[in-house]
């Protein structure tokens, strides 16, 4: 009998533009970290739908805080207030710290508005000529245009021309580099702490901290992207905590949703006013269904105990990969970890790991692991047990 799979990957190349490029698995239903093909194969899932999924597959908080919302109010534009929104904006400011936050719907999204609002502030302050933004190299920021611009890889600075001005790429670690490309012009400095699709490349702490300092005292603002590295995924609320810095904004956006599209931006009270009624904005930003389901995961996220074991599960998952005599080493930290391989490519070891029934990512040369913070002991073993079995 023909497999259900076979027929939905062939009308998907029949009917969808050919951007991805996807394993040969069509999911239809998960709970937590497990979740079953539309032939009823189960998957182990270690990539919560690239650092998404925050709280897993239809979680009974979540589906019943989205499900509750929907049937009540789906939709507003952003004429007026609403509830949920107000809600979420309230725990944001308050479990972080900031002063402000900015509704928008995808990562990308989040990096533009933080870069008008560092180009706005730089403008209101300096004048037009001041709006460069350092970022580095092999950085990971987005696919719009100015975000493919603020990416700091080559392949990406293709095809799509022109692209937006105004970007310039330190090397990561080197503060020398970051501090000669500094000129009048620059106006803020953008990195990933731990550079996700770049390979998981954690940043040295030293250097996020000479390069905060740098940025206060030559007043340029300081961008964090944590659209991956936010809301608990390092076991921090957000990675900035790991490494005691205070950027001016932070963008998060992935796992704020746990599977609905939202991005926010964080503003720190110096640049909170810089963007006035009519300078941004957005249709769906804010939208209350995201909103509700984003106050679900940031009760439940920013809950210590929570955050405790997100560390504790991905030092326990850490440790076990270590064992396994292919691997080379895991960089990261918490539930973002990436597996250097010694022999084998990354790319035919996760296809190898999808074929047996464990869904895994690729950052460049390394497995990569984005599993649900929530998944169990239980679900980690069964993973586990078919890497081992896969890169035996
Ligand atoms: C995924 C990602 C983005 C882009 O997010 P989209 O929602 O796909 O637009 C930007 N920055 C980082 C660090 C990311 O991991």
Same mark, same amino acid.
């Given at each position: 009998?023909?497999?259900?799979?076979?027929? *939905?990957?062939?009308?998907?190349?029949?009917?969808?533009?050919?951007?991805?490029?996807?394993?040969?698995?069509?999911?239809?239903?998960?709970?937590? #970290?497990?979740?079953?093909?539309?032939?009823?194969?189960? *998957?182990?899932?270690?990539?919560?739908?690239?650092?998404?999924?925050?709280?897993?597959?239809?979680?009974?908080?979540?589906?019943?805080?989205?499900?509750?919302?929907?049937?009540?109010?789906?939709?507003?534009?952003?004429?007026?207030?609403?509830?949920? =929104?107000?809600?979420?904006?309230?725990?944001?400011? /308050?479990?972080? =710290?900031?002063?402000?936050?900015?509704?928008?719907?995808?990562?990308?999204?989040?990096?533009?508005?933080?870069?008008?609002?560092?180009?706005?502030?730089?403008?209101?302050? *300096?004048?037009?000529?001041?709006?460069?933004?350092?970022?580095?190299?092999?950085?990971?920021? !987005?696919?719009?245009?100015?975000?493919?611009?603020?990416?700091?890889?080559?392949?990406?600075?293709?095809?799509?021309?022109?692209?937006?001005?105004?970007?310039?790429?330190?090397?990561?670690?080197?503060?020398?580099?970051?501090?000669?490309?500094?000129? /009048?012009?620059?106006?803020?400095?953008?990195?990933?702490?731990?550079?996700?699709?770049?390979?998981?490349?954690?940043?040295?702490? /030293?250097?996020?901290?000479?390069?905060?300092?740098?940025?206060?005292?030559?007043?340029?603002?300081?961008?964090?992207?944590?659209?991956?590295?936010?809301?608990?995924?390092? !076991?921090?609320?957000?990675?900035?905590?790991?490494?005691?810095?205070?950027?001016?904004?932070?963008?998060?956006?992935?796992?704020?949703?746990?599977?609905?599209?939202?991005?926010?931006?964080?503003?720190?009270?110096?640049?909170?006013?810089? @963007?006035?009624?009519?300078?941004?904005?957005?249709?769906?930003?804010?939208?209350?269904?995201?909103? #509700?389901?984003?106050?679900?995961?940031?009760?439940?996220?920013?809950?210590?105990?929570?955050?405790?074991?997100?560390?504790?599960?991905?030092?326990?998952?850490?440790?076990?990969?270590?064992?396994?005599?292919?691997?080379? !080493?895991?960089?990261?930290?918490?539930?973002?970890?990436?597996?250097?391989?010694?022999?084998?490519?990354?790319?035919?070891?996760?296809?190898?790991?999808?074929?047996? !029934?464990?869904?895994?990512?690729?950052?460049?040369?390394?497995?990569?692991?984005?599993?649900?913070?929530?998944?169990?002991?239980?679900?980690?073993?069964?993973? @586990?047990?078919?890497?081992?079995?896969?890169? #035996?």
């Amino acid at each position: 009998m023909e497999k259900l799979s076979a027929t *939905y990957e062939q009308q998907d190349k029949e009917y969808i533009v050919g951007a991805y490029g996807r394993f040969d698995v069509v999911l239809e239903k998960g709970k937590n #970290a497990t979740c079953w093909d539309v032939d009823g194969r189960e *998957y182990i899932d270690f990539t919560s739908g690239i650092g998404v999924n925050s709280l897993g597959y239809a979680d009974e908080g979540w589906a019943r805080a989205v499900a509750e919302q929907a049937a009540k109010l789906q939709h507003t534009s952003n004429l007026y207030y609403t509830k949920p =929104g107000v809600e979420l904006a309230k725990m944001l400011c /308050e479990k972080t =710290g900031y002063d402000k936050v900015f509704f928008v719907n995808s990562g990308a999204e989040a990096n533009e508005c933080a870069i008008k609002a560092a180009r706005k502030y730089s403008f209101d302050r *300096y004048g037009k000529e001041r709006t460069e933004i350092i970022t580095l190299q092999n950085s990971f920021h !987005g696919r719009t245009v100015t975000t493919l611009a603020a990416t700091g890889q080559d392949s990406f600075h293709n095809f799509f021309f022109p692209f937006t001005e105004g970007f310039r790429y330190a090397k990561a670690n080197d503060l020398e580099d970051l501090t000669s490309k500094i000129t /009048e012009n620059t106006c803020a400095v953008m990195m990933e702490l731990i550079q996700g699709e770049g390979g998981v490349m954690p940043l040295e702490k /030293e250097f996020v901290k000479a390069a905060a300092k740098l940025c206060k005292e030559r007043d340029l603002l300081l961008i964090v992207d944590e659209v991956q590295t936010g809301v608990g995924r390092t !076991g921090k609320l957000l990675a900035s905590e790991l490494f005691d810095i205070t950027p001016d904004l932070v963008t998060l956006a992935k796992g704020l949703g746990s599977g609905l599209p939202i991005g926010a931006v964080l503003f720190q009270k110096n640049v909170a006013g810089v @963007l006035g009624p009519g300078q941004h904005g957005t249709t769906f930003g804010g939208n209350p269904v995201a909103c #509700a389901g984003g106050c679900e995961v940031l009760r439940r996220v920013s809950e210590p105990a929570f955050l405790k074991e997100v560390q504790e599960k991905g030092a326990y998952l850490k440790a076990k990969i270590e064992e396994i005599p292919e691997v080379e !080493g895991v960089d990261g930290t918490g539930m973002m970890l990436g597996i250097r391989l010694k022999t084998k490519t990354s790319g035919e070891a996760a296809k190898a790991c999808v074929a047996n !029934g464990l869904l895994i990512l690729t950052a460049k040369q390394k497995l990569r692991l984005l599993p649900p913070l929530t998944i169990t002991y239980e679900e980690i073993d069964k993973g @586990l047990e078919i890497l081992k079995k896969t890169l #035996a």
